[in-house]
């Protein structure tokens, strides 16, 4: 495939789609009912229902029995996280290998057109990116990823949470699991603001923003407090009726999911004429820019209302340098002002 076809690239090589990123179509206006019944089969297919088909997996074949997750058991959480480590070493690695180290598309559709191998920096541990990203993720993220998961299960099979079967009420938990992605785009959005406050920032979610152009293995590359709480997101479901599976969808789609937005490429190249979106625009933009993008690719268009929106155009990277004007403006005036306030007085 041509890229050239779908993008342009800059003098360094940086590919950008001619397709601007926009929120899905139920927020366009004036409102097109066939746009919306176009995108809902891209909404379901292929990433959410890989994420129901994990969570049904996961709690009809994979866990432990509900007796046994009763009571906290040591075997219980290994059993638990060895799952979760050989599901994202084969679904992540699947992506590094074929496209990052085979590099069977080289970097057609790449946004960045470097691949963090061939950058070795101090910043990474080993001076390696994908070393740190590797280790970061499997001896960090995803031993609290599962350290949520235990408690979710033990809440379950304890009756603490209220858990609904299906038989009789499948249409309240298929609306649940229906929410399950804008409630985790909103989750994400606040969590994502409230850890890029420069205390936190700097302790903390620096630590994954370090890879500024990201690999699969980067997804879950997270400072301890980040990988927690980004996880407990499916700690929701214990606060309302719902069921082990619609948990499940909203754990996996924040653990597998993460992957979306540190793919690289735009398109990936599944045969001669069979590409797979990656959705992964929106995010990169995040990690370029930083001060971008803080939700996810416009399911809940939350960087609009705030004004953090970026599209990938030039029109926007204007916005977002007046915005950083501004902000540097501000920031100039509350330091000299005498009483370390920003002055009222107009600028001259």
């Not at 990433?47 to 058991?73: D, G, K, R, Y």
């Not at 993720?137 to 949520?148: E, H, K, Q, R």
């Not at 079967?165 to 609306?175: E, K, M």
């Not at 407090?225 to 214990?238: K, R």
């Amino acid at each position: 495939m041509d890229d050239l076809q779908y993008g342009t690239r800059d003098k360094r090589g940086n590919w950008v789609p001619h397709r601007r990123a926009e929120p899905v179509p139920i927020w366009h206006r004036p409102f097109n009912a066939k746009k919306v019944l176009a995108w809902i089969p891209e909404f379901l297919w292929p990433w959410n229902a890989f994420h129901m088909a994990t969570a049904i997996i996961w709690v009809n074949l994979l866990i432990p029995s509900w007796e046994s997750l009763a009571t906290f058991s040591l075997l219980n959480y290994l059993w638990l996280f060895g799952l979760n480590a050989v599901g994202i070493f084969l679904f992540y690695g699947f992506f590094e290998v074929r496209y990052y180290i085979q590099r069977k598309q080289e970097n057609r559709f790449k946004y960045n057109p470097k691949f963090p191998s061939d950058a070795p920096s101090d910043v990474f541990w080993f001076q390696s990116q994908n070393i740190d990203n590797f280790t970061r993720s499997f001896f960090i993220t995803i031993p609290l990823w599962s350290l949520v998961e235990i408690v979710m299960l033990w809440a379950y099979a304890n009756s603490w949470a209220v858990w609904l079967p299906w038989t009789t009420n499948w249409l309240y938990l298929s609306f649940l699991v229906i929410i399950a992605p804008a409630l985790h785009e909103i989750y994400f959005f606040f969590l994502h603001r409230a850890i890029h406050w420069p205390p936190l920032y700097k302790w903390v979610h620096s630590v994954h923003h370090n890879s500024i152009n990201p690999s699969p293995w980067s997804s879950l590359s997270m400072h301890p407090v980040e990988g927690f709480l980004y996880h407990a997101e499916a700690w929701l479901h214990l606060l309302i009726p719902s069921n082990p599976v619609c948990a499940y969808f909203t754990l996996h789609g924040a653990g597998f999911g993460a992957v979306n937005g540190h793919l690289g490429f735009e398109t990936f190249e599944l045969t001669d004429k069979v590409k797979l979106d990656s959705h992964s625009y929106v995010h990169y933009l995040h990690h370029k820019y930083f001060e971008v993008n803080y939700g996810g690719d416009g399911l809940v268009p939350l960087d609009m209302l705030f004004g953090t929106w970026h599209d990938g155009s030039k029109e926007a990277d204007e916005a977002m340098k007046a915005r950083f004007r501004k902000k540097k403006e501000k920031l100039r005036a509350k330091q000299e002002a005498p009483d370390g306030r920003a002055s009222d007085m107009p600028a001259e």
